[in-house]
């Protein structure tokens, strides 16, 4: 079995045949595009410290800001800085294609949960907003809120427990993607700490 050779930090970034900071940036723009990336979905290198995340606000946003704030390095934080796509190799491991999958279905039920609490906290608002105008049906409307509220806390419930369980599942997935990433990703330069060369693994 020939043995891959690891490539340096160096070799890496000549690798990677980087663009001026607008090329990478228009490249990012289009991978995001193609992906359908929404925000909430995991992505890579978001933060040149961080392997994995949750993207927080628009890519254009985060794009916009390396290109206005950042002096170093700009075209690689670009480069690397891509949706997660779960591709056909990474799907051929069994450990990170069910890690994957649990995490998707935890998201989702997360996500629904969530539209539940959003529904519930919106009819709790338009009762309490009844109850405040209409005095003199104090009665009618307090039963009404009182009856939101509790739906309202349900919602809260069910939305806390979908959320410890996405929590967990995207714990394990990053576990086994942190594994596994220098396999699918052999030119990048994320070290384990950053894609910078700014520590040693």
């Known amino acids: 079995m020939t043995t891959k050779k690891i490539l340096s930090y160096d070799e890496k970034i000549a690798a990677l045949k980087l663009g001026t900071p607008k090329e990478e940036a228009a490249k990012c723009k289009a991978a995001f595009k193609r992906a359908g990336t929404d925000i909430g979905d995991l992505c890579l290198h978001i933060h040149h410290e961080i392997l994995i995340e949750n993207l927080h606000e628009s890519i254009e946003n985060r794009i916009e800001y390396i290109l206005k704030t950042k002096t170093d390095n700009i075209p690689l934080r670009l480069r690397l800085m891509r949706p ?27 996500d629904k949960a969530k539209n539940e609490y959003d529904k519930a906290k919106n009819e709790y608002n338009k009762v309490w907003d009844k109850y405040d105008k209409a005095k003199n049906e104090y009665d009618k409307v307090w039963d009404k809120y009182n009856k939101a509220q509790d739906e309202y806390s349900k919602a809260w419930n069910e939305y806390s427990k979908a959320g410890d369980e996405f929590d967990k599942a995207r714990d394990e997935f990053d576990k086994t993607f942190i594994l596994l990433y220098p396999k699918y990703f052999p030119k990048s330069t994320w070290n384990g700490r950053s894609i910078l060369n700014t520590y040693e693994s």
Do not use: G, P, R, S
């Not at 779960?86 to 989702?108: G, I, P, R, S, V």
């Open 84 to 110: 997660f796509v779960l591709t056909a190799q990474m799907k051929k491991n069994k450990e990170l294609e069910t890690a994957w999958n649990e995490y998707d279905k935890a998201k989702n039920e997360c």
